[in-house]
């Protein structure tokens, strides 16, 4: 199985300042074929179920508002968000789905 | 509006049994992937398994293989995990969740979960 490592587990950012999300995969999610890489980005605000941010590791899903980036390939991945809002406060997953069992990252609790 | 409405959670004894239903609307449910994946009290996420719309591929988490089973009815738009011989470590919150277009592992639209307790 593929091991996702985020770091780090959580992070303190002030509203308006940049928050930056590792995530590192213990082997590559990069398909050669299409070079495209299979890694996603979650939200989970509190109480709520996760929200899909980003998938092929830097495209934003619908809705998703442009402070929020993804990039990296291979093994190696990160979430920014460029300005923090107040509403950004969650927990953060990366996930592959290279293979099967596609697997989570442990999560990045972002705090104010 | 996609939406996704778990129900079938609860108490249950180590060693029981559980059904988990979920109801999806707002979109063509035939023409869809669909996922189980929970999340333990206070933890992460661990994706427990995978159906494809047609029931013809269907795969599990090690951690529940051979013990809970996935399935679906179309005609219902309704997705189901028959959880069997339940362990302490089953506990969790458990969703359901549509795969995504382009790969069915990656889940654009979640349900509000459903709340397992394992416990004697």
């Known amino acids: 199985d593929i091991v996702m490592t985020q770091s780090p587990d959580s992070l303190a950012v002030s509203l308006g300042e940049r928050a930056t999300i590792n995530c590192k995969s213990s082997?590559?999610?990069?398909?050669?074929?299409?070079?495209?890489?299979?890694l996603a980005w979650y939200q989970q605000n509190p109480g709520q179920p996760p929200k899909l941010l980003i998938y092929?590791?830097?495209t934003r899903e619908s809705g998703v508002p442009d402070r929020f980036s993804g990039s990296g390939s291979g093994t190696d991945f990160t979430l920014t968000i460029s300005s923090l809002q107040a509403e950004d406060v969650a927990v953060y997953y990366c996930?592959?789905?290279?293979?099967?069992?596609?697997?989570f990252g442990q999560g990045t609790r972002l705090e104010i | 509006e996609v939406q996704l409405v778990e129900s079938g959670g609860g108490l249950v004894q180590p060693g029981g049994s559980l059904r988990l239903s979920c109801a999806a609307s707002?979109?063509?449910?035939?023409?869809?992937?669909m996922n189980w994946v929970r999340q333990p009290p206070g933890k992460g996420l661990e994706w427990v398994s995978y159906?494809?719309?047609?029931?013809?591929?269907?795969y599990y988490a090690d951690s529940v293989k051979g013990r809970f089973t996935i399935s679906r009815d179309n005609a219902k738009n309704s997705l189901y995990l028959q959880m069997n011989s339940l362990r302490d470590d089953d506990t969790a919150v458990y969703y359901c969740?549509?795969?995504?277009?382009?790969?069915?592992?990656?889940?654009?639209?979640w349900g509000q979960g459903t709340l397992i307790t394992v416990s004697s």
């Open positions: 969740a549509r795969g995504w277009e382009y790969s069915g592992y990656v889940n654009d639209n």
């Open positions: 159906i494809d719309s047609s029931t013809s591929a269907i």
């Open positions: 092929w590791a830097s």
């Open positions: 707002g979109f063509t449910f035939s023409s869809y992937s």
């Open positions: 082997q590559s999610v990069l398909y050669n074929s299409n070079n495209k890489n299979y």
């Open positions: 996930q592959h789905y290279y293979s099967t069992p596609p697997t």
